[in-house]
């Protein structure tokens, strides 16, 4: 009795998108997870490498699912698992939309904590991300650049466009700094900074509000430009680079 007392007290209930996965011995496996009450949970998954495994390919990345885990010393367990978006498949057939999903999760991966309240807004974020690169709603570099804006912003470090990240002075101003939050004008600006086109200026804005009609619109050097000012932003606030946004196709 105390001992299943002890497991029910122990066991907890949440729904999460598989961020990453890696094996564990022979059989077992390691999912990264970003659950909507928990935060970054890591767990193992037992015996899901073997093929009789009942849950195996509801544990896999871009996945989203009902679970049942158990708290563990370093690493909770994975009991249960209940497929309820099965993105994968979609995103994996089309290498554009597997990187840039992959950024994505990679991106998640490092924003994410074990704070559930604080990671809620990350966790919205990418499911809806997800679920609109699985559906083709948007060119996938378009959606993982407006995702990593919102994700950035959801973190605390939100970008300014419109106005002098420093002084507050309004814009439109013409040098992006990554290290002062954004555009700048001319007497905060430092040697050196950047001098976007107020196109791509403009671009960034969209991205960030979510505007989809001037984002679908952009030319391809416009979009360029603009991600890389976001790899460039990501990578500063972050301190560590984004590997995947490397593999990301750019029309």
Same mark, same amino acid.
């Given at each position: 009795?105390?001992?299943?007392?002890?497991?029910?007290?122990?066991?907890?209930?949440?729904?999460?998108?598989?961020?990453?996965?890696?094996?564990?011995?022979?059989?077992?496996?390691?999912?990264?997870?970003?659950?909507?009450?928990?935060?970054?949970?890591?767990?193992?998954?037992?015996?899901?490498?073997?093929?009789?495994?009942?849950?195996?390919?509801?544990?896999?990345?871009?996945?989203?699912?009902?679970?049942?885990?158990?708290?563990?010393?370093?690493?909770?367990?994975?009991?249960? $698992?209940? @497929? !309820?978006?099965?993105? #994968?498949?979609?995103?994996?057939? +089309?290498?554009?939309?597997?990187? *840039?999903?992959? /950024?994505?999760?990679?991106?998640?991966?490092?924003?994410?904590?074990?704070?559930?309240?604080?990671?809620?807004?990350?966790?919205?974020?990418?499911?809806?991300?997800?679920? $609109?690169? @699985? !559906?083709?709603?948007? #060119?996938?570099?378009?959606?993982? +650049?407006?995702?990593?804006?919102? *994700?950035?912003? /959801?973190?605390?470090?939100?970008?300014?466009?419109?106005?002098?990240?420093?002084?507050?002075?309004?814009?439109?101003?013409?040098?992006?700094?990554?290290?002062?939050?954004?555009?700048?004008?001319?007497?905060?600006?430092?040697?050196?900074?950047?001098?976007?086109?107020?196109?791509?200026? *403009?671009?960034?804005?969209?991205?960030?509000?979510?505007?989809?009609?001037?984002?679908?619109?952009?030319?391809?050097?416009?979009?360029?430009?603009?991600?890389?000012?976001?790899?460039?932003?990501?990578?500063?606030?972050?301190?560590?680079?984004?590997?995947?946004?490397?593999?990301?196709?750019?029309?």
């Amino acid at each position: 009795m105390a001992r299943g007392s002890s497991f029910a007290s122990a066991s907890y209930r949440d729904t999460g998108v598989v961020l990453r996965t890696y094996p564990l011995g022979e059989a077992d496996r390691i999912v990264v997870l970003l659950t909507r009450e928990h935060g970054q949970v890591r767990a193992v998954a037992k015996g899901v490498r073997r093929t009789s495994s009942k849950f195996g390919s509801r544990l896999e990345p871009f996945t989203l699912s009902d679970l049942q885990l158990v708290h563990g010393r370093s690493l909770d367990i994975v009991s249960q $698992a209940v @497929a !309820r978006k099965t993105w #994968a498949t979609a995103i994996a057939s +089309d290498y554009s939309r597997f990187t *840039a999903a992959a /950024a994505m999760v990679e991106a998640a991966e490092q924003l994410s904590t074990d704070d559930g309240q604080q990671t809620r807004p990350q966790y919205d974020l990418l499911i809806g991300a997800l679920s $609109a690169m @699985a !559906r083709g709603l948007h #060119a996938p570099d378009q959606l993982l +650049d407006s995702y990593l804006l919102r *994700a950035m912003s /959801a973190a605390g470090w939100a970008p300014s466009f419109t106005v002098c990240a420093q002084c507050g002075d309004p814009g439109p101003h013409r040098s992006f700094v990554a290290q002062l939050g954004g555009m700048v004008c001319d007497r905060c600006r430092p040697p050196g900074s950047l001098s976007p086109d107020v196109r791509v200026v *403009a671009h960034l804005q969209a991205l960030l509000d979510g505007d989809w009609p001037r984002v679908d619109a952009v030319e391809p050097r416009t979009a360029r430009a603009a991600a890389g000012i976001i790899g460039a932003y990501v990578q500063f606030h972050l301190e560590h680079a984004v590997k995947s946004l490397q593999l990301v196709e750019r029309d």
